[in-house]
Each structure stands twice: as C-alpha cells, then as structure tokens.
C-alpha cells in the first residue's frame, strides 16, 4: 500500500538524530490520506460484492494492510456487503495481545465470523466451544461459524445452534482445512443455501481436503464433495 506525505523536515535541521527524526515518521502516518482514497483500493469492487472475506492474517502482517482491512470493512457497511471473518490466529506474525485487540474489534463490525476452537482459545481465554461461540455473539457477531477440527464444526446464531460431527477420513495433513471449510461454507451461503445444509457442506469438505498434502491441491471439486455426503448418508 503506497504512503504519501506533504510533512517536510525544515531546511534548517540537517543533523540525522534530531527530534525531528523521531517525530516526522508519526506526523506523516497522522497526515496519510484515507486508505480507500489510494487509487488502488477497490472500492467498486467492495460496493457491489455480495460479500468481502477477510483474515487475520491480513491484520497481520503489516500496519498498511491492517489499515486497509478496516477500510474495507467499512466501506462494506456502508453498501450492505455482508462481511465475513477468518480469526487465523498466527503469532509467528504478531503477539497475542495485541491480535487478541484487534481481532475483537474487527469481529464487533462482522455478520460472520469463523475461528477455529485451538486458536479462539487463545484469543478468549475460554475453553467450551459454547462459550467462545457466546463470547462471538455477545461482542456483535451475528452468525458464529466454529471450526472443531476433527470434531466438526458448530453454527450459531442468536436464536440457534447445531453442531456437525467430523467426518472418519484418512487424514494425513490439515494445512489448510480452515480455509477450505471457510470457503465452502460461505459459498454455499451465498447460493441461498439453509446455515445447515452449508456447514454440512464445508464440514465434507474440508475432511476430503484433509486426505492429501498442502493447502490447495487437494481441495475437493462440488462433485466430489456431493458425492461425498451422498455416500455417507446412503
Ligand atoms: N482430521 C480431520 N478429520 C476430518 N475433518 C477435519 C479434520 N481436521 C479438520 N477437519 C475439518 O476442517 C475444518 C477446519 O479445521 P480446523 O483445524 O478446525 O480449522 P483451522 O485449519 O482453521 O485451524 C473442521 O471444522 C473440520 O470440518
Ligand atoms: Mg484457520
């Protein structure tokens, strides 16, 4: 994301270790322009989507990035783009203070929001998938999608709530199942299908994503993730 300034050190200080130094850096973010003013921001974009997904991990990995993520979630607001939330928790990125902060005030601006139990256990400090569920709620989420890992996942929102089993597959590596499960429930979402009828969805396939190796190649095709819950449910 590109930073422009109109702060200038007066030409009257030359020494490299002035206060000026110290001071001009935070004078130039305090005069940045609007992040959804750089022309690069897809603004368009945001204004007609059905919905903008976003991650942690782009909180994450830089105060620009973190910025625009506010930006974008703002400008969704401001057009009735549903917004979703993957809590990625990845604290080779950032202390989890400081994720535990701003992950909690992006969730109180989003429709839906998807953690996983491992990492929403860090960031709530509670253990109980219902509790973080309730915790999700209560900060404004309005429909909790929790990832159990081999266990399944649980919907709620502020009416109702179920709990899906994981399925028995041939596991050998989950890099990526989040991700896939985040996905594939929102894309069923978004097709008009029931919260029920996606998380079953998402649930079959993130476990057939669980069966190869890295986080893309073995995303499984619509057809075999129907075959799939056919298959089980014959
Ligand atoms: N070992 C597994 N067997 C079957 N399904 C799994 C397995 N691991 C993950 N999944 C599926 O992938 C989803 C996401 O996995 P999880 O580990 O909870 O999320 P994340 O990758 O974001 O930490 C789970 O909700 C479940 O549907
Ligand atoms: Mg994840």
């Known amino acids: ?40 921001f897809p603004n368009q974009a945001i204004a007609d989507a059905k919905l903008l997904h976003t991650s942690a991990i782009t909180l ?22 549903l917004v979703s939330f993957d809590t990625n928790l990845r604290l080779k990125l950032w202390p989890l203070s400081r994720a535990r902060a701003i992950i909690h005030e992006v969730a109180r601006s989003v429709d839906l929001c998807l953690p996983s139990l491992d ?17 999700y709620l209560n900060l404004g989420v309005k429909e909790v999608v929790l990832k159990l ?19 028995r597959v041939d596991t050998v590596d989950a890099t990526g199942a989040g991700d896939c499960f985040s ?13 029920e009828r996606a998380l079953d969805y998402a649930n079959a ?25 056919k298959t089980i449910t014959r």
């Open 149 to 167: 890992g081999s266990e399944g996942a649980m919907y709620a929102n502020a009416h109702q709530r179920w709990q899906v089993k994981g399925h």
């Open 1 to 40: 994301m590109c930073c422009v300034t109109t702060a200038r050190r007066p030409a009257s200080i030359s020494s490299p270790t002035t206060t000026w130094d110290i001071i001009l850096p935070f004078i130039a973010k305090a005069r940045r322009p609007p992040v959804s003013s750089l022309p690069n």
């Open 205 to 229: 396939a993130a476990a057939l994503t669980t069966k190869g190796y890295g986080a893309v190649k073995p995303i499984p095709s619509r057809q075999e993730v129907e075959h799939f819950i």
């Open 60 to 81: 994450a990995i830089s105060d620009s990035a973190c910025d625009s993520v506010f930006a974008a979630i703002e400008l969704a607001r401001r057009h009735d783009t």
């Open 119 to 135: 990492e929403a256990r860090l960031l709530t400090g509670l253990h109980e998938a219902e509790a973080i569920v309730d915790f």
């Open 183 to 195: 996905g594939a429930f929102l894309t069923q979402y978004l097709s008009g299908c029931s919260p």
